[in-house]
């Protein structure tokens, strides 16, 4: 006869000892990758598990993939911070949690004062099977026509309120934050700009940007 499998209880809450820090579900974790030479992988606790006497203890996670680790791989306007919530779900042992960090949504991410080591943000959930995104499309901006990086330098236009980067309107980083105001060829007197100094140049969200955000 099979030996029964030893009964299991899930957790409230599970204090990591090597790292002194207390998780629980819908708490966000990085986790030990198999090979060391790559980043720590990011996933979201679902469960906590341990044995009858409490040892043994097990993380239920739904992981985080990364652009690369996507079959369609990082495309230009995937942000350095960015990941995917997948529908690929494991058990884990918890000693392999090596910290916590914090999966902000893509508007509450553009709009932090500075973006730690433990911060990241999702504005898709991905499908490892297929490859495909929920949402498959987002909106564009620039002549580009291409998603929001929010790693990326961007200008508003006041007429259109279109967003551009300044490569794009064959402007350096450095002219566009010197700008005051900015008009788009298309919304310009003429089908010229209107450059001046400082205060419009911005990464893109629904409210201006600080352009002196950064990743400390």
Known sequence: MAKAKAPRRTLDSYTVKHINKTIKAEDCVLMRPADQSKPQYVARIERIEADARGGNVKVHVRWYYRPEESIGGRRQFH???????SDHYDVQSADTIEGKCTVHSFTSYTKLDAVGNDDFFCRFE???????????RVAVYCKCEMPYNPDDLMVQCEGCSDWFHPACIEMTAEEAK??????????SSEGQKKLQNS?????????????KRRRR
Do not use: I, M, Q
């Not at 942000?79 to 919530?85: I, P, R």
């Not at 991905?126 to 498959?136: E, H, K, L, V």
């Open 199 to 211: 205060h419009a140049a911005s990464r893109h969200s629904d409210t201006k940007v600080d352009t």
């Open 126 to 136: 991905y499908n490892s099977s297929t490859g495909a995104f929920n949402p498959d």
């Open 178 to 187: 010197r700008l005051d105001h900015f008009f788009c060829e298309s919304c």
């Open 79 to 85: 942000g350095s911070k960015e990941v995917f919530l």
